[in-house]
């Protein structure tokens, strides 16, 4: 029967492991081990496990005189004892692990295991998992990528109302790539910490069609409150609509760089999202109740063909100011 000794990283991920057989297994920095480890901290033979004949199984530790210790973290089936301690090397201290017991010698956390320990089940991969491939394709990449720099041209062109200069267009555009790329980059990085998998043009892929998503949907909404002439529409449907994709977005990046559950990685952005939500909604609460000299109303310029609402002409809005006005005065001295 093999040993298998697991090192562990953060959150308790196995990072690599040894498989050693027969019944006796020697840790340590020394070349003479079994199991060979680079810490610095650890003693050139730190520890022996002995397997144990009794009935309940297990291993027999035994501190070889180390300088720092064995401590035990966790040892599942059997009841946990005084740490050995290498204050005395003559005594040899030793302890009986258990199946799954967890210990740490100097900077290093092992895990101890038999080869016939059971696993757990296969798990299903996310959909965005399986066509990642798809999204690393120089033609998906590319032409989301061309999309995007010809809307926020466009954008910029139709919300300009001065003189068109493209070294404005230019550093607008570059500031903007520029963070969508930061943020593609943390994200990559994050997959590459916890998964060792980057996935960066996947990342930057979704982000690309989140912000094509939004930049659509805003321009519906501008179109819609273009014909309702009021900017209640864009003040409640815009940031419903970021808030929305964000969370999306947030759910596609923690399936493609972590190892969350479904469950996880839905109460995480969410939980995100309604964050942001909570501090933009205290930003407008401080404001409410201020003065404002200037009527609210929807001033976008949009094109006459998008307007699909019945309204009214400026030209007889105007022709009808004399009535208007009349009308005011008699109300003011009623």
């Known amino acids: 029967m093999a040993i298998i000794i697991e090192l562990l990283g953060w959150g308790g991920k196995r990072q690599r492991y040894f498989a050693v057989e027969g019944s006796s297994v020697t840790i340590g920095r020394s070349y003479q081990n079994d199991v060979v480890l680079g810490d610095v901290h650890i003693s050139p033979e730190h520890l022996r496990l002995d397997a144990n004949d009794g009935a309940g199984g297990g291993w027999q530790l035994t501190d070889l005189g180390s300088l720092n210790g064995v401590e035990v973290i966790k040892n599942p089936l059997i009841p946990s004892s005084p740490s050995p301690s290498s204050a005395s090397p003559s005594l040899a201290p030793t302890i009986l692990l258990s199946e799954g017991a967890e210990l740490k010698i100097g900077r290093t956390r092992l895990r101890i295991l038999s080869d016939c320990h059971p696993v757990g089940p296969a798990k299903e991969l996310h959909h965005l998992e399986q066509d990642v491939g798809k999204l690393n394709r120089l033609s998906i990449w590319l032409p989301l990528f061309l999309i995007s720099l010809i809307l926020d041209v466009g954008l910029l062109y139709a919300s300009s109302y001065v003189e068109w200069q493209w070294k404005n267009v230019f550093s607008t555009i570059l500031v903007t790539q520029t963070g969508l790329l930061m943020l593609a980059l943390f994200w990559g990085g994050l997959g590459r910490f916890l998964r060792n998998e980057s996935h960066f ?26 014909n309702m002439g009021t900017q209640l529409v864009s003040l409640v449907l815009s940031p419903l609509i970021a808030l929305v994709l964000a969370a999306l977005l947030l759910s596609a990046n923690f399936a493609l760089a972590t190892n ?25 609460v401080s404001q409410w109740g201020e003065f404002s000299p ?41």
């Open 294 to 334: 200037y009527p609210e109303y929807f001033s976008g310029i949009e094109i006459p063909a998008l307007q699909f609402a019945g309204a009214e002409s400026a030209d007889n809005f105007v022709d009808r100011f004399d009535s208007i006005f009349t009308a005011a005065d008699r109300h003011a001295l009623d």
């Open 201 to 226: 043009i996947s990342h930057y892929c979704l982000i690309l069609m989140a912000g094509l998503a939004y930049s659509a949907g805003d321009w519906l909404i501008g179109i819609l409150g273009y």
């Open 260 to 284: 969350m559950l479904p469950r996880q990685r839905w109460v995480s952005a969410l939980g995100f999202v309604m964050l942001i939500f909570v501090v933009s909604i205290t930003a407008q």
